[in-house]
Nanobody, 119 residues
Framework: QLGLVESGGGSVQPGGSLTLSCAAS????????FAWFRRTPGAGRDGVAC????????SYGLFVKGRFTISRDDAKKTVYLQMDNLKPEDTGTYYC????????????WGQGTQVTVSS
């Protein structure tokens, strides 16, 4: 079992950047895929990014369009989401998820961190 705690959310102007962190506790990270999801106002849940167990493969939602980067540091037990060129439509709650079998799997969830993009 894995505990996940997100941080790094906040308010930023359009075009700005934020780095989200997902701190994991419990089992070693090397057994898990990780993903970021979000819930935005008026929309359902979107898959933002996921990263493979070895960190070599990454997948992103179509709306990301090169603006975000997912990474992992197993030694620090932390997964990151670097978000650049943020847009108002990126406003929402961002969640970290982990799974032993699938990149977009959601066996474990964090509590979420709020991102607000507004001028």
């Amino acid at each position: 079992q894995l505990g996940l705690v997100e941080s790094g959310g906040g308010s930023v102007q359009p075009g700005g950047s934020l780095t989200l962190s997902c701190a994991a506790s419990g089992s070693p990270l090397e057994y898990f895929y990780f993903a970021w999801f979000r819930r935005t106002p008026g929309a359902g849940r979107d898959g933002v990014a996921c990263i493979s167990i070895d960190g070599r493969e990454r997948s992103y939602g179509l709306f990301v369009k090169g603006r975000f980067t997912i990474s992992r540091d197993d030694a620090k037990k932390t997964v990151y989401l670097q978000m650049d060129n943020l847009k108002p439509e990126d406003t929402g709650t961002y969640y970290c998820a982990a799974d032993r079998a699938f990149c977009w799997g959601t066996t474990e969830w964090g509590q979420g961190t709020q991102v607000t993009v507004s001028s």
